[in-house]
């Protein structure tokens, strides 16, 4: 399985690489990772002309806590994600995501800004960055901009970033204490996309109440959704058995899925009741509330 | 379309090559460089085949270009054994019968290299997780890991 | 059983460590998309995005301005030479390349030769194809009906879409024990398409020789020499003459069944290496593997079984429609175009059974390849081990109770079936009982009564099945006519050292190794020391190949009666050194003494020597020898295994907690490749019951053609398997051995389903179809109000 012909880039700076995605526009498609974008093109469903490697840019790869926030850089591999100690002690929703995304040897390559700007909603990147409320920063050659995770996802397999903007870090807010999260996922074996999968960010009030509540859905629809009544409804509340088994109602009502050959549009839609419930009580857990 | 000039370091040893920008580096390394150890078994980056080391970790190279692979290191099955001597992983899965058809097992056994330079006491339950991105059609995976633990206890 | 060799000799018995390895660790096996020929160039093919279209045009012109692009080949460029169709293993036939209509989803319209795989590939996309749909048929029992269009339009007077009818057994005995019994149950199976999915394609590079007028062919087949002889009589017409072709089949990267038929790019390739004079290379990608390579089953059954109320199996009946795609290119011998379906009544003692099948045109690839089975046995074995536990379930009995009473008694054997095998041995309530001690059986009982009333679902699930492997007799059996026999030649070099050739063909069975065991074990040369080969139609004797377990019963035979020969003629060479006629000696491993004078001996080296050096007057010298083994009947492997499974309630997941497997293939060669074998095939008996599955949708696109929807199994998938033996050797092969290398594709997956389906049985659940996959469990749990 052999792609058609394309011209490669290796650029060395940011500049470099933003002019030659200025200089392209349409015709060329940035390389990170390569995990999807390659696939496509050997199987000659996607084209380009221009494929500009950011790989050899400097400065993308970061794990760090900074300014309030947790700073991944755009090019940061997944497996970066498994082996850091902060994301390990910290952030257990993103290791629980990065142990789940495709298999090991693909997540040696995979970046986890790939993983969000290949718009896929099938990705798990999205579901986890929608739970924790992180920003996008996208940089072209008039400047960065932040673009919150909400207004990201634009359309399948489409996004908010634009054909000269490269995805250079995404920023997460630092989460208060007695904070956790949790992505589970229904795969049928390892390396598929989500029949279902959902990732819940809880974070508990002085008295056990939830102050804050993020909840994202993989594969429930055309882009990546933010259960947003199911968030709303937790806000106060104490996430108790029967407080989490409506917001799980609550998170599968706002799925649109298809049928394919991972399940009907029911049991998919079920299933992310049954996922949230999981993710939100595993969530609430870690942020000690149980 | 353009070619590229590269250098890629290949069990230690240094080749050049004039490549097309699309060229897979499994096909530079089968097809070019020769090293036919290394298999392609599924095009759609899920079997494994194909895994070799860049720069140290283990990856599909039917998904990366060769271009990107210009000016790092690569080491494929042919680079395990050293000085005629057979690497505890190539011991181990001769002596735990850790293949049969054989076509998998190059792969197999970079993406196990690569675990135990990580981990050098991998669980059962680690050393699948590890191999979950290696499909073997032939041994139920069952004597896959007993070849690993008997690498893991064989190296220093 | 204990090893009659010494472990420096490693005859039978011994787990030696296998002799293909030291290549295959280095990465030095050769495969064949590892060759390269000086000048060889490649061909890439262009597949049919519709699955039943008329062609109406070919227009190769922007493809031939590809860069690197040689040609393009088309079935009006095959036709010139009649090329275009070619006969089947079940005597039907199939296009290499079609001039009028496509019939199947990724059916090969033309291939494009160019220098490289990317031009190639370029080319192929270049090739402009117009197509004239036409109406679609996906369904067996729609293909049936009169208004269902006419597939086969090729075929003069064709007016249907039947293929064939085939039945066995006692149709009016059986009615009336069914119409006499105390309980029927009833039960419709199917099982789906599935594909062997080796983890290396097809593919092959054909070199034509215009100067010697020779062909040699380097493929992924398990049987070389029968691929030869349908080579010479496919295009003979053009030239090819049988000793001008050579087939060579190198290291091959798993087989399974789907390495068998000879697929039209083998052939397109021939006619492009024969046309252009270059070698031409053909590797499939996986997604014309999956979607245009033979398929293995898709069987619709309806069982019925019939007891007495105390559990008693009375008789059998199964009726069968096979969707076998738009020909008939099952991999069967030729007078069973059902296979061994008839091995399903099992390890029962029935009085009467009645089994028939349909085959049925439909507009898919040719199905009817064996999925790492012995014809059709899997289907078999799924059937009738379904519906023992249909019936203990109507009869509210224990499955391992109604299994132990209705097993054919230890002292039966042989055997004579209903459906008319002779079994030749056999030990079924040992090997379950081995299984249920392992397992702890009745303690598995009352934990699922304890988790039931916790409302927490756990099943157990039995399979005792009988296989039938090792075509087989002469007097039955034939592929084209060609006798399925098995071959081996022993030469014994005079330094005491071996090389010994067979018809058949590994595929990671690890024959080079066992192979030398057995004549190890006959002739006590180190197996060290006996180089094995085999793959080489110019080299190799004449055989039908690996598949259907039928190695060992086979060639495996034909190694030791070769090894006997040689051995017998050692005895005349050993009594002419001794100077004492031949009565006066006995054998044990690697030497000839005199009876009563052990100290009297010659080794079998010193023997060897002697054929070169001192032969006796009137004897050829030299040492060695040829069998062709013709078997007096198949091997019956069977065993027990018990799968427990836990299920969750939320999403329907299925996880196998323990799997126990008790096999008995008789005595064994090599106990570790056994359970290697065991182990890959009870992983390719769990895919297929929870995750694999082929399917079309209306308009004949398959679903579940590549890797990222047809699901191989991970080694985080597939559990630990726990595996026992119990031995009962085979009385009529030479040591007592079967075949094993599907025994447990064929016996786990009832095993599964049926820890599945119990399960749920306290909810009245008595069958699901495999694959069983998450969503089918939660629609039960959900329709039955258990699901979370």
Known sequence: MIPAAFDYHAPNTLAEAMALLARYGEAAKVLSGGQSLLPLLKLRLGYADHLVDIGRVPGLEYIKEEDGYLKIGGATREVALERSDLIRSKYPILLDTALVIADPLVRNRATVGGNLAHGDPGNDHPATMLALGAEVVATSPKGERTIPIEKFFTGLFTTALKPDEILTAIKVPIPASRSGGAYVKLERKVGDLATAATAAQVTLGKNGEVERAGIGLTNAGPTPIKATQAENYLQGKKPDDTAITEAARLAAQATAPTVDRRGSVEYKREMARVLTARALTQAVQWAGGH | MAEHKIRVTVNGTAHEAEVESRLLLVHLIRDVLRFTGTHIGCDTTHCGACTVLLDGEPIKSCTVLAVQADGRQLMTVEGLEKDGQLHPIQEGFWEKHGLQCGYCTPGMMMTAYALLQQNGNPSEDEIRQAISGNLCRCTGYMNIVKSIRYAAEKLP | ?788
């Open chain 3, 1 to 788: 059983m204990v090893p009659q060799t010494i472990a420096e000799v490693g005859g039978m018995g011994h787990s030696i460590k296998r002799k293909e390895d030291p290549r295959l660790i280095r990465g030095k096996g050769t495969y064949v998309d590892d060759i390269q020929l000086p000048g060889m160039v490649y061909m890439d093919i262009v597949r049919s995005p519709f699955a039943h279209a008329k062609i109406k045009s070919i227009n190769s012109e922007n493809a031939l301005k590809v860069p690197g692009v040689l040609a393009v080949i088309t079935g009006e460029t095959l036709a010139q030479y009649n090329l275009h169709w070619m006969p089947t293993l079940m005597s039907d036939t199939q296009m290499v390349l079609p001039t009028e209509k496509v019939m199947y989803q990724a059916q090969e319209v033309a291939a494009v030769i160019a220098s490289d795989r990317y031009a190639a590939a370029d080319g192929v996309e270049a090739v402009e194809v117009e197509y004239d749909p036409l109406p679609v048929v996906v369904d067996p029992f729609k293909a049936l009906q009169p208004d269902a269009p006419v597939l086969r339009t090729d075929k003069e007077g064709k007016k249907d879409n039947h293929i064939f009818h085939w039945e066995a057994g006692d149709n009016e005995g059986t009615n009336r024990a069914i119409d006499e019994a105390d309980v029927v149950v009833k039960q419709d199976i199917y099982l789906p398409r599935i594909h062997v999915a080796s983890i290396e394609t097809c593919g092959c590079i054909a070199d034509f020789d215009r100067v010697m007028g020779k062909l040699t062919v380097y493929m992924t087949t398990q049987a070389p020499h029968a691929v030869r002889t349908v080579f010479a009589l496919v295009a003979g017409h053009v030239g090819l003459s049988e000793e001008k072709i050579r087939i060579i089949s190198p290291d091959i990267g798993g087989g399974f069944g789907g390495k068998v038929p000879v697929y039209p790019g083998y052939v397109i390739a021939v006619a492009a290496s024969v046309v252009l004079g270059k070698p031409i290379k053909w590797i499939e990608d996986r997604i014309e593997n999956l979607q245009a390579d033979s398929f293995a089953r898709d069987y619709h059954i309806t069982a019925e079984l019939a007891a007495k109320k105390d559990g008693t199996m009375t008789g059998l009946r199964i009726k069968t429609l096979a969707d076998h795609g738009y020909t008939d290119a099952a991999a069967n011998p030729s007078k069973f175009p059902a296979g061994m379906f008839s091995i399903c009544t099992g390890s029962y003692d029935f009085k009467h059974a009645f089994a028939e099948v349909d085959g049925v045109y439909t507009n898919k690839p040719p199905g009817g390849i064996a999925y790492r089975c012995s014809f059709r046995v899997t289907e078999a074995v799924h059937a009738i081990e379904r519906m023992t536990d249909v019936l203990a379930h109507e009869l509210k009995m224990d499955a391992a109770d109604l299994r132990l009473k209705n097993f054919i008694p230890a002292d039966k054997f042989p055997y004579k079936s209903a459906l008319g095998w002779e079994y030749d041995s056999g030990n079924y309530h040992g090997a379950l009982e081995k299984a249920m001690q392992k397992i702890g059986y009745a303690g598995l009982r009352k934990e699922q009564a304890e988790k039931r009333k916790a409302g927490e679902l756990m099943g157990i699930g039995i399979s005792s099945f009988t296989e039938i492997v090792g075509a087989g007799p002469s007097k039955h059996f034939d592929i084209l006519g060609l006798k399925m026999f098995d071959s081996c030649e022993i030469r014994i070099h005079p330094t005491g050292k071996a090389i010994a050739r067979f018809g058949t063909k590994s595929q990671g069975q690890g024959h080079e190794t066992t192979y030398a065991q057995i004549i190890a074990e006959e002739l006590g040369i180190p197996a060290a020391h006996i180089e094995i080969e085999e793959g080489d139609t110019d080299t190799a004797p004449y055989g039908l190949g690996t598949y259907a377990s039928r190695s060992t019963p086979t060639a495996g035979a034909a190694g030791a009666m070769a090894a006997r020969k040689i051995r017998e003629k050692a005895k005349k060479i050993a009594a002419h050194l001794l100077e004492v006629a031949e009565g006066d000696l006995e054998w044990e491993p690697g030497k000839f003494s005199v009876k009563g004078a052990p100290q009297k001996a010659k080794t079998i080296q010193e023997i060897v020597f002697a054929a070169y050096t001192n032969h006796p007057p009137g004897m050829e010298p030299g040492l060695e020898a040829v069998s062709y083994y013709d078997p007096p009947n198949l091997t019956f492997p069977f065993g027990s295994y018990i799968c427990v499974v836990d299920l969750d309630r939320g999403t329907g997941e299925v996880k196998i907690r323990r799997f126990v497997a008790v096999d008995d293939c008789g005595n064994i060669i090599n106990p570790m490749i056994v359970d290697g074998q065991i182990h890959g095939g009870l992983t390719m008996g769990m895919a297929p019951a929870l995750l694999e599955e082929i399917s079309y949708d209306e308009n004949g696109n398959v679903q579940g053609g590549s890797f990222m929807d047809y699901l191989l199994p991970t080694a985080v998938e597939t559990p630990q398997w726990e595996t026992d033996k119990t031995v009962t050797p085979s009385p009529h092969h030479p040591f007592g051995a079967k075949g094993v290398g599907e025994s447990a594709t064929v016996g786990a997956p009832p095993a599964i389903a049926n820890a599945i389906v119990d399960a749920l049985a306290h909810l009245e659940v008595r069958h699901i179809d495999i694959p069983i996959t998450p969503e089918k469990v939660w629609k039960i749990l959900k329709e039955k109000g258990v699901a979370l």
